[in-house]
T-cell receptor, first 115, second 112 residues
């Protein structure tokens, strides 16, 4: 079945550590996105990538980094510079850019907790 | 500032009732609007996508409408079932920045 796989589902980070969340899709989609969701809040865009080897900052990119070396993979690194990283992280993809109006597909999410 | 608002934040109804969820947006230059379902601790599942040129979309017991002039969209759920219990989010794609802007969602509980 085609879809988006995020791992790990649950992750604990110590103060000062960098952690990387994995996102893999087998939908052959060009565009991929990372969102952050806090309890009772809407989704906020962290980074997005319209094509391999290219990515753009979203609304809350500070303290995060990404790479897009392969079409199917878009890992997100939460760095120690992110002061409040505890949240639910969602990866998503579209066939091409969101501007095309295509349906957006989401992974099952990753919970990150700072301990 | 472009914003999407969903009221109420939570709604509880008895099984079998027809219900309407509301979504309002501040910018009429909307490209499209999507409705999503989110189960607790899960990702989002797209339910319906309405392009700016359309007035409504239907899928099974779900019907979504779009009124750009009033800045509103509604999601109508017919004959609600306990399995419909979830958080429903709407998201607007505004033509000026081509980024999806999400509402905070409405938590729906359908009681048996």
């Amino acid at each position: 079945d085609g879809g988006i796989t995020q791992s790990p589902k649950y992750l604990f980070r110590k103060e000062g550590q960098n952690v990387t969340l994995s996102c893999e899709q087998n939908l052959n989609h060009d565009a991929m996105y990372w969102y952050r969701q806090d309890p009772g809040q809407g989704l906020r865009l962290i980074y997005y990538s319209q094509i391999v080897n290219d990515f753009q900052k979203g609304d809350i990119a500070e303290g995060y980094s990404v790479s897009r070396e392969k079409k199917e993979s878009f890992p997100l690194t939460v760095t120690s510079a992110q002061k409040n990283p505890t949240a639910f992280y969602l990866c998503a993809s579209t066939e091409d850019g969101v501007v095309s109006g295509n349906t957006i597909y989401f992974g099952e999410g990753s919970w990150l907790t700072v301990v | 500032k472009q914003e999407v608002t969903q009221i109420p934040a939570a709604l509880s109804v008895p099984e079998g009732e027809n219900l309407v969820l509301n979504c309002s947006f501040t910018d009429s230059a909307i490209y499209n609007l999507q409705w999503f379902r989110q189960d607790p601790g899960k990702g989002l599942t797209s339910l319906l996508l309405i392009q700016s040129s359309q007035r409504e979309q239907t899928s099974g017991r779900l019907n979504a409408s779009l009124d750009k002039s009033s800045g509103r969209s509604t999601l109508y759920i017919a004959a609600s079932q306990p399995g419909d219990s979830a958080t429903y989010l709407c998201a607007a794609l505004f033509g000026s920045n081509y980024k999806l802007t999400f509402g905070k969602g409405t938590l729906l509980t359908v009681n048996p």
